[in-house]
């Protein structure tokens, strides 16, 4: 994989960090884009001395600010040209209050279905080329089985009704798929392909220093989640695996394909306008 390049989002900690070190072990420039620069520091000093590979850079975002968004994108194009692997891992779970971002976008959306949309979308030009070039790239999306617990309604995917926080995440999620298998019908024939997993139930930070009943179940199930590693397999799986070169459209569990969906995941129709809701929310069409 030398001269391979990957970005990894939310790399500084949890399946992100696992993630990016597969990568950085396997030859691959690695980007990680966090929003929380000491964490990086630290995580890209970790990687860079267990994977003996010094090409890791950092990019700081946070996800719920388009404008850092698409600073960050234009920064990764300034240096790079060409893009082997995306990996929009980054996620957030919101508190029970509803909050608006700087872009006036209910948090959870914006960071878990906008912050993969916008970036993917900014990125393109480079996933195209390394597509051109290397003969494929590939764009993996984190998602998760909440998805199948999301009230889905394409006039409420912001929660303006009936808000909680477990509820804007799992709607997030579906998100993530419906915007994998759009994507994965949008780029067909070029080479890139995308697809979505759940990493599993992953005893890492990710919940824990969330506020409210969500954090004192996460403690109760630790006992029984897997390990950041076990979480992250399916992610380095599809982003490094030839097993699935040219497998496009998917969503995916411990590296399998999964057949069995709700109705909505699998609506293209429903895909289609949200793409198109997202261009209106984000200003980019690609």
């Known amino acids: 994989m030398k001269n391979k390049i990957s970005i990894v989002t939310g ?5 992100g960090k696992v993630t990016a070190l597969a990568l950085a072990k396997q030859g691959f420039t690695v980007v990680m884009m966090c929003r929380n620069r000491a964490k990086a520091e630290a995580a890209r000093s970790e990687i860079i001395r267990l994977s003996g590979n010094n090409q890791v850079e950092i ?3 946070d ?38 971002t700087e872009d006036g976008i209910e948090a959870t959306f914006a960071v878990n279905h906008l912050g993969y949309f916008l970036l993917t979308g900014l990125l393109m030009p480079a996933l195209e080329k390394a597509a051109a070039e290397n003969g494929e790239a590939r764009v993996v999306s984190v998602a998760s089985e909440a998805h199948r617990y999301a009230p889905f309604s394409l006039d ?8 909680s926080g477990m509820k804007a995440y799992c709607i997030s999620k579906l998100c993530n798929i419906l915007f994998t298998a759009e994507l994965a019908r949008r ?4 080479n890139i392909t995308a697809n979505s997993l759940h990493p599993g139930a992953v005893n890492s930070g990710f919940a824990s220093s969330t506020p409210g009943w969500f954090a004192w179940l ?3 199930a630790k006992p029984f989640l897997i390990s950041e590693e076990e979480g992250a397999e399916t992610s380095i799986y599809l982003a490094t695996s030839p097993d699935v070169k040219g ?11 999964r057949r069995t969906m709700i109705p909505v995941a699998t ?4 895909a289609r306008s949200l793409w198109e809701m997202s261009e209106k929310l984000t200003g980019i069409q690609y």
């Open 218 to 220: 996460f403690k109760l």
């Open 11 to 15: 790399a500084n900690s949890g399946i």
């Open 156 to 163: 409420n995917v912001q929660m303006q009704r009936g808000y």
């Open 187 to 190: 780029v067909a024939g070029k």
């Open 247 to 257: 497998v496009s459209g998917g969503y995916f569990y411990k590296k399998r394909r």
């Open 59 to 61: 990019i700081q975002v």
């Open 267 to 270: 609506d293209e129709k429903i």
């Open 63 to 100: 996800f719920a600010s388009q404008r850092q968004i698409r600073e960050a994108a234009a920064q990764f194009l300034a240096k790079y040209d060409q893009l082997d692997v995306l990996v929009n891992n980054a996620g957030f779970l919101a508190s029970d209050k509803r909050e608006l």
